[in-house]
């Protein structure tokens, strides 16, 4: 039951991550057609659109992970049943726990720190700093969380068949 809400909420921050890149292309090419055709750029689209690819791309680890598209080596395990291919997933989600946590702890103390004391980026738009620090804990919260859902996985369920000789990956 855990795992499928987890589940869900990593596919909905995947769809949502791509939507946002989506929004993204449609603001550079607004942008584009502002500043070249009427000569009347903008002020908000680059600021905005990098805070959505801060955001994507803390969002979309845990959907990426899911659906098992992180960069893997399956040339020698690629028995998905043998004890060493469970044990080598299973050390691959440990260091992404390592590392993912490291960035969880420290960005929710920036975080934090900035939310508190009302901090603000240094740019015309002005944003609170906690719009763009919060996708650093967040997305790495739910990472670990998808990851914990993995490594049940690993252990609970049959690996998928990897074709790395047919070119599937």
């Not at 909420?9 to 584009?32: D, H, P």
């Amino acid at each position: 039951m855990l795992a499928r809400i987890i589940d869900g909420i990593s596919e909905f921050t995947g769809k949502l991550s791509a939507w946002c890149l989506f929004a993204i292309g449609f603001f550079i090419t607004f942008e584009v057609v502002m500043r070249y055709v009427f000569n009347a750029p903008t002020v908000w689209v680059d600021e905005v659109s990098r805070v959505l690819q801060v955001w994507v791309v803390y969002l979309a680890a845990a959907y990426v992970l899911k659906h098992r598209e992180m960069v893997t080596i399956e040339l020698i395990l690629s028995n998905p049943r043998s004890i060493w291919r469970r044990l080598a997933e299973s050390l691959g989600i440990v260091v992404l726990f390592v590392f993912a946590g490291t960035a969880c702890y420290f960005g929710f103390q920036i975080w934090l720190k900035a939310t508190l004391a009302g901090h603000t980026t240094d740019t015309y738009l002005a944003p609170p700093k906690m719009i763009t620090h919060a996708p650093v804990w967040v997305g790495s919260a739910l990472l670990m969380l998808q990851g914990a859902v993995q490594l049940y996985r690993v252990w609970t369920e049959d690996l998928p068949e990897d074709n790395v000789l047919e070119g599937a990956h």
